[in-house]
Protein backbone atom coordinates (compact mmCIF):
# COMPACT_ATOMS: atom_id res chain seq x y z
CA UNK A 1 0.00 0.00 0.00
CA UNK A 2 1.37 3.41 -0.80
CA UNK A 3 -1.03 4.98 1.65
CA UNK A 4 -0.98 9.05 0.71
CA UNK A 5 1.01 10.20 -2.45
CA UNK A 6 1.07 13.52 -3.49
CA UNK A 7 2.77 15.49 -7.04
CA UNK A 8 4.64 17.35 -7.35
CA UNK A 9 7.14 16.95 -4.64
CA UNK A 10 9.04 20.63 -5.17
CA UNK A 11 7.68 23.45 -7.41
CA UNK A 12 8.34 26.88 -7.97
CA UNK A 13 5.78 29.01 -9.68
CA UNK A 14 6.07 32.80 -11.14
CA UNK A 15 3.21 35.47 -9.44
CA UNK A 16 -0.14 34.90 -11.21
CA UNK A 17 0.90 31.16 -12.81
CA UNK A 18 -1.83 28.33 -11.79
CA UNK A 19 -0.99 24.73 -10.66
CA UNK A 20 -2.53 21.71 -9.64
CA UNK A 21 -1.35 19.86 -6.63
CA UNK A 22 -2.45 16.65 -6.96
CA UNK A 23 -3.45 13.75 -4.00
CA UNK A 24 -4.55 10.38 -3.97
CA UNK A 25 -5.00 7.83 -1.25
CA UNK A 26 -5.48 3.82 -1.30
CA UNK A 27 -6.92 3.33 2.11
CA UNK A 28 -10.76 3.28 1.08
CA UNK A 29 -11.12 6.55 3.03
CA UNK A 30 -13.95 8.47 2.97
CA UNK A 31 -12.42 12.04 4.33
CA UNK A 32 -9.25 13.80 2.92
CA UNK A 33 -7.85 17.14 3.68
CA UNK A 34 -5.92 20.09 2.34
CA UNK A 35 -3.05 22.07 4.59
CA UNK A 36 -0.69 24.44 4.69
CA UNK A 37 2.30 24.55 7.36
CA UNK A 38 4.32 27.67 7.52
CA UNK A 39 7.15 28.87 9.79
CA UNK A 40 5.58 29.24 13.79
CA UNK A 41 2.39 28.58 12.13
CA UNK A 42 1.42 25.18 12.51
CA UNK A 43 -0.57 23.28 10.97
CA UNK A 44 -3.61 25.08 9.46
CA UNK A 45 -6.42 23.83 6.76
CA UNK A 46 -7.28 24.98 3.97
CA UNK A 47 -10.34 22.91 2.61
CA UNK A 48 -11.72 19.31 3.01
CA UNK A 49 -13.91 16.69 1.91
CA UNK A 50 -15.95 14.94 4.30
CA UNK A 51 -17.11 12.54 1.62
CA UNK A 52 -16.65 11.65 -2.11
CA UNK A 53 -19.27 14.50 -3.86
CA UNK A 54 -18.98 17.09 -0.44
CA UNK A 55 -15.81 19.98 0.09
CA UNK A 56 -15.64 22.51 2.48
CA UNK A 57 -13.40 25.85 3.69
CA UNK A 58 -11.03 24.87 6.09
CA UNK A 59 -9.50 28.06 8.20
CA UNK A 60 -7.36 29.79 5.26
CA UNK A 61 -9.16 29.08 1.94
CA UNK A 62 -8.14 32.10 0.16
CA UNK A 63 -6.87 32.17 -3.54
CA UNK A 64 -7.55 28.16 -3.51
CA UNK A 65 -9.86 25.78 -5.05
CA UNK A 66 -10.47 22.00 -4.70
CA UNK A 67 -11.60 18.94 -6.53
CA UNK A 68 -12.66 15.77 -4.70
CA UNK A 69 -12.39 13.51 -8.31
CA UNK A 70 -13.63 10.46 -7.09
CA UNK A 71 -12.93 8.57 -3.60
CA UNK A 72 -8.86 8.36 -4.12
CA UNK A 73 -8.21 11.62 -5.07
CA UNK A 74 -8.65 15.53 -3.81
CA UNK A 75 -6.50 18.07 -5.98
CA UNK A 76 -6.05 21.52 -4.58
CA UNK A 77 -5.87 23.95 -6.99
CA UNK A 78 -4.08 27.69 -7.28
CA UNK A 79 -5.38 29.91 -10.03
CA UNK A 80 -3.02 32.70 -9.86
CA UNK A 81 -0.56 32.24 -7.35
CA UNK A 82 0.99 34.50 -4.50
CA UNK A 83 4.44 34.64 -2.55
CA UNK A 84 2.45 34.37 0.40
CA UNK A 85 1.22 30.81 -0.67
CA UNK A 86 5.02 29.86 -0.58
CA UNK A 87 4.76 27.02 1.87
CA UNK A 88 4.61 23.25 2.26
CA UNK A 89 1.54 21.15 1.76
CA UNK A 90 -0.02 18.05 2.94
CA UNK A 91 -2.90 16.14 1.72
CA UNK A 92 -3.98 13.76 4.14
CA UNK A 93 -7.00 11.29 4.52
CA UNK A 94 -8.73 9.68 7.41
CA UNK A 95 -11.35 7.15 7.75
CA UNK A 96 -15.14 9.44 7.75
CA UNK A 97 -13.92 11.98 9.67
CA UNK A 98 -11.55 9.90 12.61
CA UNK A 99 -8.75 11.50 14.09
CA UNK A 100 -6.23 9.47 13.13
CA UNK A 101 -5.07 11.01 9.76
CA UNK A 102 -2.87 9.47 7.33
CA UNK A 103 -0.36 12.29 5.75
CA UNK A 104 1.25 12.40 2.76
CA UNK A 105 4.83 13.54 2.23
CA UNK A 106 4.13 17.10 1.20
CA UNK A 107 5.09 19.72 -1.80
CA UNK A 108 7.14 22.73 -1.19
CA UNK A 109 5.81 25.29 -3.35
CA UNK A 110 7.97 28.36 -3.80
CA UNK A 111 6.08 31.60 -5.37
CA UNK A 112 8.86 34.26 -7.09
CA UNK B 1 -12.97 30.58 18.26
CA UNK B 2 -11.18 27.39 18.77
CA UNK B 3 -7.77 27.39 19.95
CA UNK B 4 -4.93 25.36 20.86
CA UNK B 5 -1.72 26.76 22.97
CA UNK B 6 0.96 24.54 22.99
CA UNK B 7 3.86 25.27 25.48
CA UNK B 8 6.74 27.65 23.76
CA UNK B 9 9.71 25.72 22.67
CA UNK B 10 12.22 24.49 21.88
CA UNK B 11 12.29 22.19 24.82
CA UNK B 12 15.60 20.55 25.32
CA UNK B 13 16.69 17.82 27.56
CA UNK B 14 19.34 14.88 28.22
CA UNK B 15 18.89 11.60 27.05
CA UNK B 16 16.99 9.04 29.71
CA UNK B 17 14.95 11.87 31.07
CA UNK B 18 11.48 12.82 30.76
CA UNK B 19 10.33 15.01 28.09
CA UNK B 20 6.85 17.19 29.12
CA UNK B 21 4.95 18.40 26.44
CA UNK B 22 1.97 20.92 27.33
CA UNK B 23 -1.14 21.86 25.56
CA UNK B 24 -4.20 23.73 26.29
CA UNK B 25 -7.22 24.44 24.24
CA UNK B 26 -10.63 26.98 24.54
CA UNK B 27 -12.71 24.82 23.17
CA UNK B 28 -14.88 22.94 26.29
CA UNK B 29 -16.97 20.99 23.84
CA UNK B 30 -13.68 19.28 22.65
CA UNK B 31 -14.25 15.23 22.32
CA UNK B 32 -11.14 13.93 20.74
CA UNK B 33 -7.45 14.78 21.50
CA UNK B 34 -3.88 13.62 19.84
CA UNK B 35 -0.55 14.13 19.58
CA UNK B 36 1.08 13.72 16.46
CA UNK B 37 5.00 13.46 15.84
CA UNK B 38 7.01 15.67 12.63
CA UNK B 39 10.49 14.99 12.10
CA UNK B 40 11.91 17.52 9.80
CA UNK B 41 11.21 17.33 6.53
CA UNK B 42 8.81 14.81 7.25
CA UNK B 43 5.14 14.72 7.44
CA UNK B 44 3.20 14.11 10.93
CA UNK B 45 2.27 10.78 11.92
CA UNK B 46 -0.26 9.82 14.92
CA UNK B 47 1.54 8.72 18.17
CA UNK B 48 -1.33 8.96 20.47
CA UNK B 49 -4.98 9.65 20.57
CA UNK B 50 -7.04 10.31 24.25
CA UNK B 51 -10.60 10.61 24.49
CA UNK B 52 -11.45 10.81 28.45
CA UNK B 53 -9.90 11.92 31.46
CA UNK B 54 -7.04 10.78 33.35
CA UNK B 55 -3.96 8.63 31.62
CA UNK B 56 -3.23 6.69 28.70
CA UNK B 57 0.25 5.11 28.43
CA UNK B 58 1.57 3.18 25.30
CA UNK B 59 5.55 2.43 25.55
CA UNK B 60 7.31 5.37 27.09
CA UNK B 61 4.41 7.81 26.12
CA UNK B 62 1.30 8.53 28.40
CA UNK B 63 -1.25 11.12 27.18
CA UNK B 64 -2.92 12.89 30.11
CA UNK B 65 -6.05 15.23 30.08
CA UNK B 66 -8.29 17.06 31.84
CA UNK B 67 -11.20 18.09 30.80
CA UNK B 68 -11.88 20.50 33.33
CA UNK B 69 -8.82 22.34 33.47
CA UNK B 70 -8.78 22.07 28.98
CA UNK B 71 -5.53 20.90 29.06
CA UNK B 72 -3.69 17.57 27.58
CA UNK B 73 -0.09 16.42 28.02
CA UNK B 74 2.28 14.23 26.50
CA UNK B 75 5.07 12.71 29.11
CA UNK B 76 8.02 10.83 27.17
CA UNK B 77 9.77 8.52 29.29
CA UNK B 78 13.49 7.78 28.63
CA UNK B 79 14.00 10.13 26.03
CA UNK B 80 15.88 8.97 22.51
CA UNK B 81 17.50 11.07 20.20
CA UNK B 82 15.33 9.55 18.09
CA UNK B 83 12.62 11.37 20.18
CA UNK B 84 13.80 14.68 18.67
CA UNK B 85 11.27 15.81 16.73
CA UNK B 86 7.96 18.90 16.66
CA UNK B 87 5.52 17.43 18.42
CA UNK B 88 1.97 18.96 17.38
CA UNK B 89 -1.14 18.81 19.53
CA UNK B 90 -4.65 18.45 17.78
CA UNK B 91 -8.41 18.36 18.75
CA UNK B 92 -11.48 17.68 17.17
CA UNK B 93 -15.29 17.92 17.74
CA UNK B 94 -16.81 20.77 19.77
CA UNK B 95 -19.35 23.14 19.64
CA UNK B 96 -20.48 24.48 16.53
CA UNK B 97 -17.43 22.67 14.58
CA UNK B 98 -17.14 19.89 12.33
CA UNK B 99 -16.40 16.34 13.71
CA UNK B 100 -14.55 15.83 10.46
CA UNK B 101 -11.24 18.14 11.03
CA UNK B 102 -8.68 18.64 13.68
CA UNK B 103 -7.79 21.54 15.06
CA UNK B 104 -4.02 22.04 15.41
CA UNK B 105 -1.56 23.70 17.59
CA UNK B 106 2.02 25.37 16.52
CA UNK B 107 4.02 22.25 17.72
CA UNK B 108 6.71 21.82 20.31
CA UNK B 109 10.14 20.85 18.73
CA UNK B 110 11.62 18.84 21.51
CA UNK B 111 15.65 17.94 21.46
CA UNK B 112 16.92 14.84 23.21
CA UNK B 113 20.96 15.66 23.72
CA UNK B 114 22.54 12.71 23.97
Known sequence: ???????????VLKTGQSMTLQCAQDMNHNSMYWYRQDPGMGLRLIYYSASEGTTDKGEVPNGYNVSRLNKREFSLRLESAAPSQTSVYFCASSASGEGTQYFGPGTRLTVL | QKEVEQNSGPLSVPEGAIASLNCTYSDRGSQSFFWYRQYSGKSPELIMSI????????????AQLNKASQYVSLLIRDSQPSDS????CAFKGGAGGSNYKLTFGKGTLL???P
Open chain 1, 1 to 11: NAGVTQTPKFQ
Open chain 2, 51 to 62: YSNGDKEDGRFT
Open chain 2, 85 to 88: ATYL
Open chain 2, 111 to 113: TVN
